[in-house]
């Protein structure tokens, strides 16, 4: 079985003391950044783009932050997004880019020549499950079904993902296949750019199923536009109860991929502090427990050296599992 285990750690953040970062106490709450810029390394509709959007949402509404803005960067596997940071650094003070999981897997893979290292790390902020989805039009209603029609043929039941070969979503739809006694390494994986042009494709028939973060399923499956036929958890998942695991399925695997956010290499310790603070507030407020529980996450804080020390083990366990699979 392959199971990453997380472990919430507790933040003392230090209180930014610049003027031009906090603001006054009102009836919201204390301000504690007038704004904040978000980059995505990915296409709209994807688990990074979810991230961003919903942490916004909640800083806003909760009045910890004055205002977001977001910008989607794809391109290079999230490496465009990455370079960018590094190359800019001096202008991107007021930036977060939220990366999760991949980042190591393709520092691993050499899909980019960066890694988290190069980057401030932030924090970590949730988790989210992994999950195989097929069209609701699809004949297949279990993943007892999906394996035996990849049996029956492998080249016709491709599995499509938003990630690049090697990337997270083939890693998983590679574990769930070993996991169910197959060969990982023969699985027709298929990838596109961004979560939503995978989900598009499923839509369309293009990809017999598909492997994706459980909070990009669910409101589709809600919407009754796609089945999940089953998640990466070891109990079924409040969002979206309907949804079994792959372990009541006989399939003994468990995944959830992380998220949280970097800034540019350089950025002032004053302000570091400051995107601290506020991640951290965050938790505490109705605004945030909305959108974690409609999107099935989660909760994961590792801040700061807890962060990097989290990553840095993180590195370890998914590298000998891409040697153990041939990936590496």
Request: glycine fraction near 14%; hydrophobic fraction near 45%; proline fraction near 3%.
């Amino acid at each position: 079985m392959f199971k990453l285990k997380f472990t919430r750690r507790a933040l003392v953040a230090a209180v930014a003391t610049a003027l031009s970062i906090t603001s006054p106490v009102f009836a919201g709450g204390h301000q504690v950044l007038d704004s904040m810029h978000f980059i995505i390394p990915g296409g709209a509709g994807g688990g990074w783009d979810g991230t961003a959007r919903g942490t916004g949402e909640a800083l806003t509404k909760s009045g910890l932050v004055g205002s977001a803005s977001y910008e989607n960067m794809s391109g290079g596997g999230g490496g465009k997004a990455i370079g960018f940071m590094i190359e800019n650094a001096d202008s991107q003070h007021g930036t977060l880019m939220v990366n999760s999981t991949p980042i190591v897997i393709r520092s691993l893979t050499g899909v980019f020549p960066h890694n988290f290292r190069d980057l401030t790390l932030v924090a970590g902020t949730i988790g989210d499950y992994a999950a195989i989805v097929v069209n609701k039009d699809s004949s297949l209603n279990t993943m007892t079904d999906l394996i035996a029609a990849y049996d029956a043929n492998p080249n016709s039941t491709a599995i499509g993902g938003g990630s690049v070969p090697g990337g997270m979503d083939h890693l998983v739809a590679a574990m769930v296949m070993e996991a169910a006694g197959k060969d990982a390494l023969n699985v027709k994986y298929i990838a596109y750019d961004a979560g939503g042009k995978a989900m598009a494709a499923l839509l369309s028939g293009e990809i017999a199923a598909l492997s994706t973060g459980f909070s990009e399923a669910v409101a589709l499956a809600q919407a009754g536009e796609v089945k999940i036929l089953g998640v990466t958890s070891d109990a079924r998942v409040d969002a979206f109860v309907d949804a079994p695991t792959m372990k009541e399925q006989g399939i003994d695997t468990n995944f959830v991929n992380w998220r949280g956010f970097f800034a540019a290499p350089g950025l002032p310790g004053d302000k570091l502090a400051a995107y601290q603070d506020a991640l951290e507030k965050m938790y505490d407020t109705p605004e945030w427990e909305e959108v974690r529980s409609r999107n099935g996450w989660v909760n994961i804080h590792n801040s700061g050296d807890a962060f990097r020390t989290f990553l840095e083990g993180q590195e370890k366990v998914i590298g000998d599992l891409m040697k153990k699979l041939g990936f590496l």
